[in-house]
């Protein structure tokens, strides 16, 4: 199928239309081996992406039936995937959040949905994936509605107050997200004291991302040995997710650590922090560990992640 500019646009665009689907294999409604049906699936992702979000948003941005998206919201309540409270403003509708259960949830699906695209562009040459991949990106560019500019991301050092504003939110955070109990508080006020009594600016840092004066996100470097830097306690408000702050501030602590003299990165995260987990694959981090531990009142998956410089 190809479209040379004599042929038909709107015949050409659904015909890829109907390509695409059947070769993605979405036409049974079905992602995967998984139980979720596609729709239930991409309420999930923006649920993992998005906290907070109003019923009625995810309705509007995935274009559902709010019939449709009711009975998909019931089912994961029933589940235990997610949480609802009425909105302040209009107690007709509600506010929507992943529990514990549903982040892990999505988790597997995710790791799903990439095994099985991963499958398909293992079919093809390393020219075919990425002429495959860059018209993906250019019919993306094309119809992808202009949005307003979001406010501008200000990272700055850390300040006398900085450190009780993280342990505070971090605490907060993960309690809420992921049921996380009062131990987690404790291990980041620790490794806050411990960052601030032993501070060697000459080969540490913390930078405290901002959005109209006020913050909203940090990223330690700390130094492990005199060769590797270590990443902690990246954390992004859920205000302010989406804007890019959580990449702004993972890219600035490897330039700071290249400007430092580490040669090498490592991190310890959870296999549940999907977004956290991407942006680091992003940025270059590879997955080298993996250990089961109970942790903060929960079972969790530990994962060292490690990049060269």
Aim: proline residues 2%; aromatic residues 8%; hydrophobic residues 40%.
């Amino acid at each position: 199928m190809s479209f040379n500019g004599t042929e038909d646009p709107i015949a050409a665009v659904r015909a890829f239309n109907r390509f695409y689907t059947r070769k993605l294999g979405v036409l049974d409604q079905h992602l995967g081996k998984t139980p979720f049906s596609l729709s239930e699936a991409r309420v999930l992702y923006e649920l993992a992406h998005r906290d907070d979000l109003a019923a009625k948003e995810i309705g509007i941005e995935l274009g559902l039936d709010p019939g449709y998206l009711s009975r998909i919201v019931q089912s994961f309540d029933e589940k235990g995937l997610i949480t609802r409270k009425p909105l302040p403003a209009d107690r007709r509708q509600y506010q929507l959040s992943l529990t514990a259960k549903g982040r892990q949830t999505f988790a597997k699906l995710n790791l799903s949905s990439q095994n099985e695209v991963a499958a398909m562009l293992a079919q093809l040459s390393a020219d075919d994936a990425t002429q495959l991949t860059q018209a993906m990106a250019t019919i993306e560019a094309v119809l992808e509605q202009r949005r307003s500019r979001p406010a501008s991301v200000v990272l700055r050092s850390h300040r006398v107050g900085d450190m009780g504003w993280v342990i505070s939110r971090q605490g907060a955070a993960y309690a809420a997200d992921y049921n996380w109990d009062i131990s987690y508080e404790a291990l980041v006020a620790e490794i806050c004291a411990q960052f601030i009594r032993n501070y060697d600016a000459a080969r540490e840092h913390c930078w405290i991302a901002e959005v109209g004066g006020e913050p909203v996100g940090s990223i330690f470097l700390v130094k492990a040995t005199d060769e590797i830097a270590k990443l902690r306690l990246l954390q992004v408000e859920k205000k302010a997710r989406g804007l890019g702050v959580g990449r702004a501030l993972v890219e600035q602590c490897i330039q700071g650590a290249r400007e430092r003299g580490y040669s090498k990165m490592t991190l310890w995260t959870q296999s549940i922090l999907v977004a956290a987990r991407g942006i680091y694959k992003s940025t270059g981090f590879k997955l080298v560990k993996e250990e089961k531990h109970h942790s903060f009142g929960a079972d969790l998956v530990g994962e060292t992640w490690e990049r060269d410089l």
